[in-house]
């Protein structure tokens, strides 16, 4: 029997019995928020507060929320076959069609895919799956994985182990073994540190496109040309991470199109369902399958039980199906041009922002005080104001990042930029205040 708890039942219980995911393990009142339900670019919370989801929730909700048809193919699926497996030789329609429609969309000779139930899945896949690739080969000491500073690729132990935010593998001070790190913008740190650990050590580099969680960064212009071009002189397997980036997040449908990079495997989660159900995957070159078809004489011996749910990938086929006939990619790009502009715009009214970064609907606001961070300040601001964003404060960064789904209008992002600058404006008004 379903009961009606009051809301401070509900922050009581929270505290009590729900350990929640990245977050401080004390609160003073519970949760900030309980959310009841989402249209469009917007929350709500139990207390009826409106708030804009400046951050897409966690980079994912690409085609806003409450979008009803995502549920009805949900229902539809899970009616008519709610899971089976796809071990050994079995399969379902839903998992073969979405397979074949993300061939169509990906980069070059993407064209198979790994499926998951999410980014950190995804990229122990793809360490794995590169690490049997030379086996097979029989080139069997290339088994390190280099990533760049300031990059994230999630928890699982070896999605951690790639994660350059070192705050997240200090977590657990357990590193796996014959993980790296370069600098996020240097290719000649990486050129380097091929030369000194052996090349024939060496089995991927992976990369998000634009680094996310480690503040919104984008690489300089020939970053991923060179990059490329490093892995392809020392053979080493190049790994994109398109978890945030992919399905039209910065204007493109995946970020490796704006600089003309075709990796060797990708990486996606979060926007392939828009975060209405649990699903990623790898995708892997042409080349790479044929080598799995040809040399292997075995089984691939690694699997999720929810590898290729059928309702998942019915729900990302729906999803895909939308973002395609609402142009919600040429939208990020239009909208991101302006949220880019708006922040510049703040950058020049207020001295302690000092830069202001993006690409689509992907952006940053870096800001610097010194003895204090603003970020979390302005953070917590606008939630009070009506607006989500998130702070990153890793690695001595102070950065607030944006993300709002790809359908939000012209109008509505106007109206984000002026909760942040009612926002700033706050925090302005405290720094004088603490100075005067
Ligand atoms: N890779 C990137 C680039 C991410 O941003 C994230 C999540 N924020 C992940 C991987 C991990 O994805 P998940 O939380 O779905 O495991």
Redo the contacts with the bound molecule.
């Keep these: 029997m379903k009961r009606n708890y009051s809301i401070e039942e509900l922050r009581a219980l929270d505290q009590k019995h729900f350990l929640h995911p990245t977050s401080p393990v004390k609160t003073e009142n519970g949760p900030a928020f309980i959310f009841t339900e989402g249209k469009g670019v917007y929350l709500y919370d139990i207390t009826g507060k409106k708030v804009i989801d400046g951050m897409s929730s966690?980079?994912n909700v690409n085609i806003g929320h409450g979008r009803t048809e995502l549920g009805e193919v949900a229902k539809e699926q899970m009616d008519k076959l709610a899971f089976s497996s796809c071990f050994a030789t079995f399969s379902n329609e839903p998992a073969i069609l979405l397979a074949e429609k993300l061939a169509g969309l990906a980069p070059g000779d993407l064209s198979t895919t790994f499926f998951t139930s999410?980014?950190?899945?995804?990229?122990d896949s793809a360490y794995k799956l590169a690490r049997h690739y030379w086996i097979l080969k029989g080139e069997v000491s290339r088994k390190k994985i280099i990533s760049r500073s300031k990059s994230?690729?999630?928890?699982a132990i070896g999605?951690t182990s790639a994660t350059g935010l070192k705050a997240f593998r200090d977590f657990t001070n357990s590193n796996a073994p014959d993980f790296l790190y370069v600098d996020h913008f240097s290719t000649k740190a990486l050129r380097d540190l091929i030369e000194t650990e052996g090349p024939e050590t060496i089995a991927a580099f992976i990369t998000?496109p634009v680094q996310?969680?480690g503040g919104v960064h984008v690489a300089p212009e020939n970053y991923f040309k060179e990059i490329r071009e490093i892995c392809d002189e020392y053979g080493i397997l190049m790994i994109t991470?398109e978890?945030?980036t992919g399905f039209g997040r910065t204007g493109k449908f995946f970020a490796m199109e704006h600089y003309n990079v075709v990796p060797d495997m990708m990486?996606f989660?979060?926007g392939v369902t828009s975060g209405y159900a649990q699903l990623?995957g790898v995708m892997i070159s042409e080349k790479i399958h044929r080598e799995f078809s040809e040399l292997s004489v075995g089984t691939i011996l690694h699997g999720y039980t929810y590898s290729g749910h059928p309702m998942a990938c019915a729900v990302g086929l729906k999803n895909i199906e939308i973002i395609e006939k609402e142009n919600l990619v040429a939208n990020s790009a239009a909208r991101g041009q302006e949220l880019l502009e708006g922040l510049k715009a703040l950058q020049a009214k207020y001295p302690f922002i000092v830069n202001a970064r993006g690409l689509g609907l992907m952006a940053g606001l870096e800001v610097f005080s010194e003895g204090s961070l603003l970020a979390p300040q302005i953070v917590l601001e606008a939630a009070k104001v009506g607006l989500i964003c998130r702070a990153v404060v890793l690695d001595g960064q102070d950065v607030v990042v944006f993300s709002p789904p790809l359908s939000i209008s012209q109008a509505e992002l106007k109206d984000l930029l002026n909760l942040l600058d009612k926002a700033i404006q706050e925090v302005e008004n405290k720094i004088t205040a603490t100075t005067l």
Aim: negative net charge.
């Design positions: 966690l980079w999410g980014g950190s899945e995804s990229n994230y690729h999630g928890v999605a998000e996310g969680a991470d978890v945030i990486c989660a979060k990623g």
